[in-house]
Nanobody
Framework: QVQLVESGGGLVQAGGSLRLSCAAS????????MAWYRQAPGKQRELVAA???????NYADSVKGRFTISRDNARNTVYLQMNGLKPEDTAVYYC??????????????WGQGTQVTVSS
């Protein structure tokens, strides 16, 4: 089994910063893409940012220039640096990873979610 554990959420004032972390562990042979999604109350889950194993990144238009995704392949960890936070960034943030397990099967896993609340 592959597990994802997130940390770093919290309450911050508008304009502030937070850094989310997500560590993958378990029966990992390889990790391909890692990504952050978010889901606000009453809204669908949406992609925030993604990064490939080679470091190619993709961002939602709403966070470009404010958020930065990065990963440490040696630690199987992905980060999301969030600067210039806005109240509309308030959501539960979920980590996602897909790859190949040591069994040879592909996996796609979600973290448990971490709450980010931005006050105005």
């Amino acid at each position: 089994q592959v597990q994802l554990v997130e940390s770093g959420g919290g309450l911050v004032q508008a304009g502030g910063s937070l850094r989310l972390s997500c560590a993958a562990s378990g029966s990992i042979f390889s990790i391909n893409a890692m990504a952050w999604y978010r889901q606000a109350p009453g809204k669908q889950r949406e992609l925030v940012a993604a990064i490939t194993s080679g470091g190619i990144t993709n961002y939602a238009d709403s966070v470009k220039g404010r958020f930065t995704i990065s990963r440490d392949n040696a630690r199987n960890t992905v980060y999301l640096q969030m600067n210039g936070l806005k109240p509309e960034d308030t959501a539960v943030y979920y980590c996602n990873a897909d790859g190949v397990a040591t069994t040879g099967y592909r996996y796609n896993r979600w973290g448990q979610g971490t709450q980010v609340t931005v006050s105005s």
